[in-house]
């Protein structure tokens, strides 16, 4: 019996309708969200199918259908004693059954699909289905019946009505799925369920990214590729040739007059690699992502972020939670001392006292006032965590930029901008829009959106950083900037530990208040993002409730 599909339509991956029966979300966000995460898992299935060809085990062979709406390649596809047989290999165990081993239901859909494109392409031939477990050197028989041939008939229809949305499904009720699913990460599943107050979540989301942040520094430095790897040539006398395998490489940074070439662009572009460029004052100008936002999740982000009252409410939450952690660095800072300075006393009672106000703010403009107060509170005491000790030029008599106009405020500068880099490197990766945010409002080249979500951040990847190394004397005035009556600069020397001080950061690991798992704060940048879309996606509630302890 044939199966019909409407014309017109877009036809569907067989692979697909593995994720389907699965986890109709995990399908959404593969097959309509476009978004794939390769784990460990996943690079076994492939080394699988890789060792298979070289036994000579494998036939492939590429099967399509307009009437059935289906593609796909075939693992192999064999004639035994007049009966066609299609295989699939699977590397875990089969389903338990009643009668012994049976095919779990993704790989049953899966291989009837592979069997109903084989029927249209050799008909008259008795099909026969198996799926070969290797996991227990097993493998499962079945017949492409009727009952199969409609399951892959309502599982195309099925498909296709998700395709046609704008939201994702919801998250699936079997928690045990969401354990061994790559898309993990990317769903949050567990942060969308409902736990009991104080439990921890089991760990889904990775605690930390293993591959490197690569800043290019040295001016006339070229940035080339060779087959998969970036290669890095500084100036004649300026050091060795570095190359770097691509796989390992997160975000690819120019500051300066850096050459980054055309083929190592579009090969950083491929493999999802941001690539940014700084000023050599430490400006951050902009970034390249990995491609673009897929238009669901932009369209669901204008679609939330053009109502007054979601902004407003998002923006309440952001103002405190920058607030709270200025007021909680300041008590860390303090604690310990006989007798707090005056000024940091007076500031943490006018921010505990605007902290109440933050949710009860009517307009942004009215957060946005809470927001200066408490800022001219917050960078007011900030001089008062320096030790007696700190060398009279590296204090901080105030906050000024653009240029600054000493050596504390050229640190700090420079290391908001790598945040701000951060950030913004987060959003596109998330699929999000940069220039459209919630608080601040568009007046520079700088997306609104990346500008919101850093300021939860200021502080714990730079104000408290900064603050130690410049109390443990790991700045030299002198080697470390550069002076001129209008502007204060970091030297190379200086960016370099300003560099080498952030990374670091990122890479320190904490307990999250409400999540109650671990992490580094690199991956906390990406998990803000990504509970911000849970707002409009899920369910709401997560997104700026980190705390520093």
Request: aromatic share 6%.
């Amino acid at each position: 019996m044939s199966i019909q599909a409407g014309t017109g339509t877009q036809s569907i991956r067989v692979h697909a309708l593995h994720a389907l029966a699965y986890c109709e979300r995990l399908f959404y966000l593969e097959e309509v969200e476009e978004i794939r995460v390769a784990d460990a898992s996943v690079y076994a299935g492939r080394r699988l199918h890789v060792e298979l060809a070289e036994d000579g085990e494998r036939v492939e062979l590429e099967l399509s259908s307009e009437a059935a709406g289906l593609h796909g390649k075939v693992d192999a596809l064999r004639r035994r004693d007049g009966v066609l047989v299609v295989h699939e290999h699977k590397r875990g165990r089969p389903a338990p059954g009643e009668n012994g081993p049976e095919a779990w239901p993704s790989d049953r859909l899966q291989v009837g699909a592979y069997a109903v494109l084989a029927e249209e392409r050799f008909p008259g031939i008795p099909i026969e289905c198996r799926v070969r477990y290797h996991q227990q050197d097993t493998t499962v028989r079945f017949p492409l019946d009727e009952a199969l041939r409609q399951l892959v008939r309502e599982a195309v229809a099925r498909a296709r009505d998700l395709r046609a949305r704008t939201e994702r499904p919801p998250v699936t009720k079997e928690e045990r799925k969401c354990a061994k699913c790559s898309l993990a990460p990317v769903c949050l599943p567990e942060e969308e369920r409902v736990h009991a107050e104080g439990e921890a979540l089991p760990r889904l989301f990775p605690e930390d990214d293993v591959r490197q942040v690569l800043h290019v520094t040295v001016p006339g430095t070229r940035v080339g590729r060779e087959a998969e790897q970036l290669v890095i040539v500084p100036p004649q006398g300026e050091g060795e040739e570095v190359r770097v395998p691509v796989r390992t490489v997160a975000a690819l940074i120019s500051h300066g007059a850096v050459q980054v070439s055309a083929q190592a662009l579009a090969l950083c572009v491929h493999q999802a690699i941001g690539v940014h460029w700084f000023t050599a004052g430490g400006r951050y100008l902009g970034g390249l992502g990995g491609g673009a936002g897929n238009v669901q999740r932009r369209l669901r982000q204008y679609e939330a972020l053009r109502q007054e009252q979601v902004c407003l409410g998002l923006a309440r939450r952001l103002v405190l939670a920058k607030l709270e952690g200025q007021l909680r660095f300041l008590l860390r800072a303090s604690r310990g001392e006989p007798e707090a300075r005056a000024d940091v006393a007076t500031a943490v009672r006018d921010l505990r006292a605007l902290l109440p106000q933050c949710l009860e703010a009517g307009s942004l403009d009215s957060l946005r006032g809470l927001e200066g107060a408490g800022a001219a509170r917050y960078f007011g005491a900030l001089p008062s965590l320096l030790s007696d000790e700190v060398d009279a030029r590296l204090r901080f008599e105030g906050r000024n930029r653009r240029p600054p106009k000493d050596r504390f405020n050229a640190v700090l500068g420079f290391l908001y901008g790598l945040v701000h880099r951060e950030v913004e490197a987060a959003v596109i990766s998330v699929g999000l829009d940069p220039a459209f945010g919630f608080y601040h409002q568009p007046r520079s080249a700088a997306g609104p959106l990346g500008l919101d979500l850093m300021e939860q951040f200021r502080v714990p990847l730079v104000d408290m950083p900064l603050i130690a190394s410049i109390n443990r004397r790991a700045w030299n005035p002198e080697e470390d900037f550069e002076v001129t009556p209008e502007h204060v600069w970091l030297s190379r020397v200086g960016r370099a530990k300003a560099i080498e001080l952030y990374e670091r950061r990122k890479r320190e690991t904490w307990k999250h208040n409400v999540l109650g798992y671990s992490l580094s704060y690199s991956r906390l940048v990406e998990l803000e993002v990504r509970l911000l879309e849970k707002e409009w996606t899920g369910r709401p509630g997560l997104f700026a409730t980190f705390r520093l302890r």
